[in-house]
């Protein structure tokens, strides 16, 4: 009992010392070159620390969502509140869909791009067992995409991941519009906040967590739902792995790449400083892929 106002202050010091963790963010463009990159018009800050992070401070927990968009689909594709979230646009538009993982990467395409994103999402419930209906979304996606959209589709669900991305898939293809499968970043193995409280002030960056897992470990966990989206492959279907961006050879941590934050919510969901440090990575892959990328 005695060490429980120990422990407090030391969490409230090293949340103190997170706050003033802070990277810059240089001023980004879409460069013109022979393969369409965004790149930073700015060297690497000194320190080793990542270009083009936002130095917004990271938080744990799970936050909810403002927009009312998490937690769809609704039971009719005609629901007001569906179309609220994905509603149809003039020009261009991504619409990111999934389960909550659609939720966390929405920010990264938000600031990988100056087209208009929107996203719903639906989350696995025990206590309602088949609430998540693979047609609703898709339905509600037909009334809205044009040639040309973007749907991104994410899902860390092996039970319904096929019959989702089947039914997204079908529309998108009848529609024109492009297919951008993601693969999933890795699900801790344990929550972060486990590992945070080994953590100490005397943490360098480089250091590994308690979260740390082999990279061999994590491409495991994620082979199997990488094997279903792979069939889907095609001149207007595209995938891309975003365990490439938080992992090295080696393995994955909790850690935003090059700094010493957390960049999770809890064990599978980043937080929104980690979804704008994947952001460059996709506005690459965006600007190489669909012409459409650019940081902003």
Known sequence: E???PIFRFQMKVLILFWSVQTVHCVKIGLVSNSSSQCLCQAPEPQGGLPQCYESIVPQLGWPGDPTGCHGN??????????????????????????D????????AFMKATTLPVHHTSWQMSQDVPGRVNPEVMP????????????VVYISN???????????TKRVTSFHGAKLLILG????????????????????KLGQRSECWQAKAEADAKASALRSQANVFLDESTFMFDLSSIICDSTGCDMWIPGTTLPGYLDI????????HYMAKRLCEFLGITFSVGQLH
């Open 100 to 107: 909550s993982f659609a939720w966390a990467i929405q920010f």
């Open 139 to 150: 339905s509600a996606l037909a009334k809205v995409i044009k040639p040309n959209d973007i």
């Open 73 to 98: 689909p609704r039971s009719s594709p005609d629901d007001p509140e569906l179309a609220r979230c994905i509603p149809k646009e003039q020009g261009q538009a991504i619409y990111v869909v999934g």
């Open 184 to 203: 999933s970043w890795p699900v801790l193995p344990m929550e972060p906040a486990s590992c945070l409280q080994t953590a100490t002030l005397a943490h």
């Open 157 to 167: 669900q092996p039970a319904t991941y096929s019959a989702h991305l089947t039914a």
């Open 268 to 275: 599978g969901h980043v937080n929104k400083p980690m979804a």
């Open 2 to 4: 005695m060490l429980e």
